[in-house]
Every structure is written in structure tokens, then in C-alpha cells.
């Protein structure tokens, strides 16, 4: 297993630099662990190392992630993967973010499924920002309507966008495109002041995404290693 501890001290790192190179602060940028396909004894070596948030992709087994750790209450799951309908209630009922927001279904199911005891379901709009049919995410032009209806829905909370731009080989081609997205998050917190959640850039574009305003990077690779997916 690859040293946790060394990478997470690294990444931390990565992220002060940038963040002091833009003239910002560390303290607003989120490290979110994206733990998916690993195993909850890296997790764990995570969360000894002072790591309390982690992203999962895949319901069932972010699921039984959460109920593994169950014993602890200072730990924050993102659920960050494409959601199906019928596996809305699981992440209604288990995770306390949910980045992938694209439909009013989708939205209006995790309010009915949200349990009432539950704090609301923090709520992120997926932005497909390049363009592209294999991605999941609406355009740009058409957020103003979805964030609409989310913001009436009372067992969720909008809190920001989320995006997955296609691969730029160099950092200005990055810059440009999460720019694009910088601009309409700033121009939903002027509608929305609730809405205080960027969550862009990962482990080969995070320093861009922190140039222009991120305050979450998802970092998998550079913490955990490569991806381990089932056979």
C-alpha cells in the first residue's frame, strides 16, 4: 500500500502553494479524499492522518464504507459518481453531500427520500463545461431553472456546482475552461447567498481549479495510488 501519510502531507501541500501563489487562503479549499475501489484499511490510515471528508462513486459500496466507520461522527461523505433513480433513497438516506445533480427528478426524489432527521441533503449542480456526450452535467445555460427548483425543495440544500472539464494539455487551456465555471458560481451566490461550494479540479488539474475559485479539490490518485477496480 502506498505511504497515505506522505502523499496526504504532499497534496496538503500542493494545495497551500497554489493557494498562496493566487493570493489565496488554504483554509477555503476543501481536500476531499476520493476513496473510491479502496479498501476501508486505506481509509482508515486516511482518517488516522487527520482526513475527515471522502468521496465515493459507487452507492453500495460507499454505503457500506459509511456503515463501517458508523462508529464515528466526525467524518463527511460526498457521494461524486453518476446516480441512477433507483439508488437515489440509499444516498438520500447515507451520504451527507451529493455532487452529481443534472435532472429535477433526481432532486426532487433525494427530497422525498431525505429522512427527517437528517440535516438537508447538501446539494451540488453538475456542469458538463466541455461540452461532451459522454458526461454527465447540464450547460450552463440551462442552471438557472434547475438551481430554481432545487432551492424550493426543502429537504436540500443547494450548495454550488460541480464540474469535470475533458483533459487540457496545458495549465492556460485549464484556467480558461474553469473560468467559465468560476463566473456562473459567483453569479448563483449573488441569487443564492447559501451557495458557498466549487468543487473542481482533481489530482492533475488542481492547481488551476484553485487559481480560479475552487473550494473543494477531489484528489483519488495522489493520495491512494492508483485506482483498484474489482475483477
Known sequence: MNNIEQNLHDVRNRIALAAQKCGRSPEEITLLAVSKTKPVEAIAKAIANGQREFGENYVQE?????????????????????????????????????????????????????????????????????????????????????????????????????????????????????????HAFMELNARYPQVDTLSMGMTDDMEAAITCGSTLVRIGTAIFGARQYRS
Do not use: Y
Open 62 to 182: 460507499g454505503v457500506e464504507k459509511i456503515q463501517h466507520f458508523n462508529h464515528r461522527n466526525d467524518l463527511i461523505w460526498h457521494f461524486i459518481g453518476p446516480l441512477q433513480s433507483n439508488k437515489s433513497r440509499l444516498v438520500a438516506e447515507n451520504f451527507a453531500w451529493c455532487h452529481t445533480i443534472d435532472r429535477a427528478k433526481i432532486a426532487q426524489r433525494l427530497n422525498e427520500q431525505r429522512p427527517e432527521n437528517m440535516p438537508p441533503l447538501n446539494i451540488l449542480i453538475q456542469i458538463n463545461i466541455s461540452g461532451e456526450e459522454s458526461k454527465s452535467g447540464i450547460l450552463l445555460e440551462e442552471l438557472t431553472n434547475l438551481a430554481a427548483t432545487i432551492s424550493e425543495l426543502p429537504n436540500l440544500a443547494l450548495r454550488g456546482l460541480m464540474a469535470i472539464p475533458a483533459p487540457e494539455s496545458s495549465v492556460e487551456c485549464q484556467i480558461a475552461v474553469f473560468r467559465q465555471l468560476e
